[in-house]
């Protein structure tokens, strides 16, 4: 991406004045920020910049600059942020096969009547296309992109679309989750699965302004972007917030970068949004006992401390719908299970399911607020205990509040609400640390919160045998590290060197300073972000009428 130099302002324009040429480098998109679109879009033209589109969502624009604007707009105070924007893409495909519905027993709610109706999800993705089981579904669709032609070249949205909700059935029953929601198809990725900020954003806003219109309730983001600071300063986790803020839930993929520890991606890392990871059912989907959190998917804690992911679902194996010239068909023609059908694997798939699961719920219960959905959500989960010592198998940065369960999400009347006294829009910092070689989750004074297998991790990806999935398990604390601690301090990011102490000069609203802020003293060294190839592999097949 495109970076710069900066130019004092009244040398430039007085160069300007005079009519002398002013030296331009090469073109490059930036997101504007300040205290509104007009203001933002006022100052990149008086610096020389074009404006585009206006991102009203976070108060800000996209605008084409060379290397120096960017810089000299960073030195105007009037500006807020310049954020390069950057590259965002699907989570991938993976991998084999599961019944899925039945596994997070949807098949149970359905036999209660309960199929998403009268509740709208937008798919923000590669678009959807047309299929006999989308017909008179697609409510409305919005299209960031300027290619013309299919509404979705790729595939990627397309299958999302079917796991959140196809209404065709197997001989299990439907295979979708939500079998009767309606869709917004809201297209912001390209052909080959990957796009930009600016149109992710702009995506984002036409919900913000649509959601009445279309009843638009979930937002599923099956989509990636790698962590370049903390949230709050990214514009992709900006305008998230502003959508669960408006009374939107949305649902994101944790990523496939996992087992590490601190592999959650953008907009995964936002500690307001509900944030899926995977498990597989091994091929054994009426057995639980050999089921276990995929390698791939992506472990807290984030960046800034937060415990992620919330809920682990399906997303090893799984089957939805694409036609054969999508551009993943073409580049993996063996994982095609049957026609239109091929499986794969994927945090990707998890979110779409878990997205589905939310509808049923939100048709049992529409008045639920996104915090009280997330809380029922992770107050239904079965985590993976061991047995005989009532233990987490596996911690809550990998597995979070554990399986999701839809019935118990759905008829459970679990009351609360999650992400304790957040405010969108606010800073915070998660309740977890790095001490004597392992995560730990604190109080604001620094004392641990809690103790007990589970609750500290130290990076390892292991279980044995003798384990369990309950509802029943003993949350000390309930769903306090949801929860986050209000910080007061500046939003510059530095890379993390080893040796160093995280999050430094962090200090809590109430006067507790904590000398080094957060500090990862056992050496666990994390440098801000990760690394993206792309390039997923599909394996396995499995046949399923069409």
């Known amino acids: 991406m495109k970076h710069r130099i900066s130019f004092i302002v009244l040398f430039v324009g007085l160069i300007v004045a005079l009519g002398l040429p002013v030296k331009q480098g090469p073109l490059s998109t930036y997101i504007v920020q300040a205290e509104s679109s007009e203001v933002a879009a006022a100052v990149v033209s008086q610096h020389g910049g074009q404006a585009n589109e206006q991102l009203p969502i976070i108060n800000g624009l996209s605008a084409e600059l060379t ?25 991938g495909w993976e991998a084999p096969t599961t ?8 098949n149970e709610v359905w036999n209660q009547g309960i199929y998403g109706n009268g509740i709208t999800v937008a798919v923000v993705d590669t678009g959807i296309a047309q299929f006999n089981w989308n017909t008179q579904r697609i409510a409305a669709t919005y299209d960031a992109l300027s290619t013309p032609g299919l509404r979705d070249k790729n595939g990627h949205g397309t299958f999302m679309a079917g796991l959140i909700g196809s209404n ?11 079998p009767k929601i309606k869709f917004v198809d809201v297209r912001v990725l390209g052909e080959n699965g990957s796009g930009t900020y600016t149109n992710v954003i702009k995506g984002l806003n036409w919900i913000l302004n ?24 990214d514009p992709i986790n900006q305008a998230v917030e502003a959508l669960w803020d408006a009374g939107i839930v949305v649902v994101a993929a944790a990523s496939n970068e996992g087992s590490d520890p601190m592999t959650i991606s953008v907009p995964g890392n936002n500690p307001f949004v509900i944030t899926a990871g995977s498990f ?64 794969a694997a994927g945090t990707s798939a998890s979110a779409a399911i878990t997205s589905g699961i939310i509808a049923l719920m939100l048709e049992q219960n529409p008045a639920l607020t996104p915090n009280e959905v997330k809380y029922a959500l992770m ?41 304790g006294s ?48 309950t509802g029943g398990f003993s949350w000390t604390g309930g769903f306090s590290w949801t929860g986050g601690f209000s910080w ?13 102490s995280w999050q430094s000069g962090f200090s809590w609203t109430g006067g507790e300073a904590w000398p080094g802020g957060f500090s990862w003293t056992g050496g666990f060294s994390w440098t801000g972000g990760f690394s993206w190839t792309g390039g997923f592999s599909w394996t396995g097949i499995r046949n399923m009428p069409d």
């Open 210 to 233: 649509n959601r009445t219109r279309y009843n638009i309730r979930i937002v599923n983001l099956s989509m990636v972007s790698a962590v370049q600071g903390p949230y709050w300063a």
């Open 422 to 469: 957040m405010i969108p829009g606010q800073k915070y910092v998660g309740p977890t640390v790095y001490r004597d070689g392992q995560f730990i989750l604190v109080n604001a004074d620094g004392s641990e919160w809690v103790e007990g297998s589970g609750f500290s991790w130290t990076g390892g990806f292991s279980w044995t045998g003798g384990f369990s999935w």
């Open 99 to 106: 019944y899925f519905p039945q596994v997070v027993g949807a």
């Open 280 to 343: 597989t059912d091994n091929y054994t989907p009426y057995d639980e006992s050999d089921d276990y959190v995929t390698p791939f998917s992506g472990a807290g804690p984030t960046e800034t401390g937060f415990v992620k992911p919330d809920v682990i679902a399906p997303g090893a194996h799984v089957i939805s719908t694409m036609r054969p010239f999508h551009y993943w068909a073409q580049q993996n023609p063996g994982l095609q299970v049957a026609p239109q059908y091929y499986q």
């Open 379 to 419: 107050a239904s989960a079965r985590p993976a205990v061991y047995t005989q010592e009532n233990e987490l198998v596996w911690s809550i940065f990998q597995q979070g509040a554990g399986r999701v369960w839809a019935p118990g999400a759905v008829f459970g009347g679990y009351t609360g609400t999650a992400n």
């Open 488 to 500: 007061t301090g500046s939003t510059t990011w530095d890379e993390w060197q080893e040796g160093d």
């Open 168 to 178: 065709r059935q197997d001989a299990n029953g439907y295979v979708g989750i939500a």
């Open 67 to 91: 290397l120096e604007q960017a810089q000299s707009l960073r030195q105007d105070s009037r500006i807020t942020q310049v954020f390069a924007d950057q590259e965002v893409r699907t989570t």
